[in-house]
């Protein structure tokens, strides 16, 4: 008679088929952050351009500025998509409808919560103190034109940080990462960094506190913008999570600037 025996525990934390190495690792990030920056500076700048260019009275629509600049990063990203495809003929760039279940639904929930989080971390003294927080204009016009752009956030940063760096470092660097039942390729981990690292600015303009939640926040939300890519197959859900939870947050912070201004 054979006696079966039982199946060891999977463990918890579990990094599995990454054979990179840390030089190529470190290679392949370096090159992840140039080309992040090569798709994001000369759109911000080209839009900056533009705003400065754009004549009398277009200072007050900054959101219209911001707006342009997210479609400027999301064509290159696109651009940039192209490239990568020649290039790594075997990289995704997840550019398509979801062919199977969407997804949409819970990006959408998800966004919710990632916005009211946001609104916490960003502006928790002034919560707290009972201050409107914020200096978002309230004015139908360019509080529309600030809410057009944060919805579309999405499709400019998913775009480049989800779609091209994921989908070239998964090629460089391959393996998996598991958290419990949480899993997601390594590029995902080391582009979420990027994406943290992308928001350096907040040290430049707020308190340190702020800055490092932001840092945090903008690191697991990374995290969660890839399952969601891997689980569509399609760029679709972290655009979606991306430009919700950005949307609500300046709307709520519109919304508390009306009721408490």
Not at 227 to 252: C, D, Q, Y
Request: glycine share 12%; proline share 7%; net charge positive.
């Amino acid at each position: 008679m054979s006696t079966v025996l039982p199946s060891a525990p999977r463990p918890f934390f579990q990094i599995t088929g990454f054979t990179a190495g840390p030089v190529r690792t470190v290679l392949s990030l370096l090159l992840a952050a140039v080309v992040m920056q090569v798709c994001l500076v000369p759109a911000r700048e080209a839009a900056r351009w533009i705003f400065r260019n754009g004549g009398e009275g277009w200072s007050d629509h900054v959101g219209l500025f911001v707006f342009v600049a997210i479609m400027l990063q999301g064509l290159v990203g696109l651009i940039g998509i192209g490239v990568m495809k020649k290039v790594l003929p075997q990289a995704d760039g997840h550019v398509r409808w979801p062919p199977g279940r969407s997804y949409i639904g819970l990006a959408a929930l998800i966004g919710v919560g990632m916005g009211l989080i946001m609104l916490v971390a960003d502006y928790w003294p002034q919560l707290l103190g009972g201050v409107a927080p914020g200096d978002y204009p309230t004015a139908p016009v360019p509080a529309a034109e600030w809410l057009l752009a944060m919805v579309t956030t999405g499709l400019g940063e998913e775009t480049i940080f989800r779609g091209l760096l994921v989908g070239m470092l998964v090629v460089l660097t391959p393996g998996r990462v598991r958290l419990g039942r949480f899993e997601i390729p390594v590029a995902g981990v080391l582009v979420a960094l990027l994406f943290g690292v992308a928001h350096y600015d907040s040290f430049l303009r707020g308190p340190l506190n702020i800055a490092i939640a932001q840092q945090i926040y903008a690191f697991v939300w990374g995290l969660t913008y890839v399952w969601l890519m891997e689980r569509s197959k399609s760029l679709v859900a972290p655009i979606v999570a991306h430009g919700v939870g950005n949307f609500v947050e300046v709307a709520t912070v519109m919304g508390l600037l009306i009721a408490l201004g």
